[in-house]
């Protein structure tokens, strides 16, 4: 079970999940640090390591528009944060399997700050309202590569199989 840590309305830029002017830093292990930077009290948490890792970002409908910066995904990645949006954006949804981040779209979504999420694998369960939502599941591909780590760590596993494998 995991808890609401930050709760987002519709259309969230990736500006604001990863602002523009920290673009020079593009390594995943230094973008975290700017993880919505310009709330400075979530951006402190996040950074203090107030937050634990496999906590939920609820979101509304079409989280992750505007650019295509992977960086809006990879600073996601980096706090291992779960994000559980109404829907997302074509570009972010690509970045984020890419990078192995977990993220569940459930377009009947409620929850709130706070709100005890439970991830299953076809249902998120909102443990402190009681209500059951359907999820869209990825197709098994675009899963097998996010429950890799993304798309570097599932080809790397898929080549070690194939030079295992007999000919």
């Known amino acids: 079970m995991a808890k609401v840590v930050y709760?987002?309305?519709?259309?969230i830029s990736t500006d604001v999940i990863y602002p523009g002017r920290f673009m020079a830093t593009v390594l995943p292990t230094e973008t975290p640090q700017f993880a919505f930077a310009d709330d400075a009290v979530f951006n402190n948490q996040l950074k203090n390591r107030q937050i634990?890792?496999?906590?939920?970002?609820?979101a509304g409908k079409n989280f992750g528009c505007g650019s295509s910066r992977e960086q809006a995904v990879s600073t996601l990645k980096g706090h291992e944060l779960i994000i559980v949006a109404r829907s997302v954006a074509r570009i972010f949804m690509q970045n984020a399997v890419n990078l192995g981040l977990r993220l569940i779209v459930v377009p009947d979504l409620e929850a709130s700050l706070g709100d005890e999420i439970e991830c299953e694998e076809d249902r998120v369960v909102n443990r402190t309202s009681g209500r059951n939502f359907?999820?869209?599941r990825l197709p098994s591909a675009r899963q097998a590569i996010v429950d890799a780590g993304g798309l570097i760590p599932y080809t790397r596993k898929r080549l070690v199989e194939r030079s295992a494998s007999p000919r």
């Open 134 to 136: 359907a999820t869209e």
């Open 7 to 11: 709760a987002v309305g519709d259309d």
């Open 52 to 58: 634990p890792p496999g906590s939920v970002i609820a």
